[in-house]
């Protein structure tokens, strides 16, 4: 199994230990690393059985204000920032586990941000044989849940957890 990690993140993969697929066949990532996930199976030629995608970075929705007023407080402080942004993914319960994080970019939250996932790339993913899954928590603080659950339904199975955070953890 090939796991994308979330933005600033490394080694968040056992916070999803109860959902993977852990086959040679499954690739998944979480948050900003679900684009990734996906970005790796368009372009890759193996055989790939499962895309899982935990909590994926949607923004598509989101108006052009929020995206720039991530973008200014990530450049204004951006440990102020990471720190309210893994508040945030936890929310509404206290942050849990042991995290590492990588350095970031601003141009990696830009790529975030401003995703658009595009059916057509859904389709060519189906077209191949890969069934898609996609895990969201309907307490979701970091991404709009409804939105992303309603766009992705049509390409995977979708699971919704009812009071899951952007980690999918319950309390």
Same mark, same amino acid.
């Given at each position: 199994? $090939? /796991?994308? !990690?979330?933005?600033?993140?490394?080694?968040? @993969?056992?916070?999803?230990?109860? +959902?993977?697929?852990? #086959?040679?066949?499954?690739?998944?990532?979480?948050?900003?690393?679900?684009?990734?996930?996906?970005?790796?199976?368009?372009a890759s030629s193996e055989r790939v059985d499962?895309?899982?995608?935990?909590?994926?970075?949607?923004?598509?929705?989101?108006?052009?204000?929020?995206?720039?007023?991530?973008?200014?407080?990530?450049?204004?402080?951006?440990?102020?920032?990471?720190? $309210? /942004?893994? !508040?945030?993914?936890?929310?509404?319960?206290? @942050?849990?586990?042991?995290?590492? +994080?990588?350095?970031? #970019?601003?141009?990696?939250?830009?790529?975030?941000?401003?995703?658009?996932?595009?059916?057509?790339?859904?389709?060519?993913?189906?077209?191949?044989?890969?069934?898609?899954?996609?895990?969201?928590?309907?307490?979701?603080?970091?991404?709009?849940?409804?939105?992303?659950?309603?766009?992705?339904?049509?390409?995977?199975?979708?699971?919704?957890?009812?009071?899951?955070?952007? /980690?999918?953890?319950?309390?």
């Amino acid at each position: 199994m $090939r /796991f994308y !990690s979330g933005f600033s993140l490394r080694d968040e @993969v056992t916070f999803f230990n109860a +959902f993977l697929s852990d #086959t040679e066949y499954t690739v998944a990532g979480f948050s900003h690393g679900a684009i990734k996930a996906l970005e790796d199976v368009l372009a890759s030629s193996e055989r790939v059985d499962t895309l899982q995608l935990f909590s994926p970075a949607f923004f598509q929705t989101r108006p052009e204000k929020f995206k720039r007023l991530q973008s200014m407080a990530y450049k204004k402080s951006k440990e102020g920032y990471l720190k $309210r /942004f893994i !508040s945030s993914c936890f929310q509404p319960y206290p @942050v849990a586990g042991d995290l590492t +994080f990588t350095e970031t #970019t601003a141009e990696e939250l830009r790529e975030l941000l401003y995703y658009i996932w595009e059916p057509k790339l859904l389709e060519s993913v189906i077209s191949r044989g890969t069934v898609i899954e996609v895990y969201l928590g309907a307490q979701d603080h970091i991404i709009d849940a409804d939105a992303a659950r309603e766009f992705f339904r049509p390409f995977a199975t979708v699971y919704f957890i009812k009071q899951a955070n952007h /980690f999918l953890t319950e309390s």
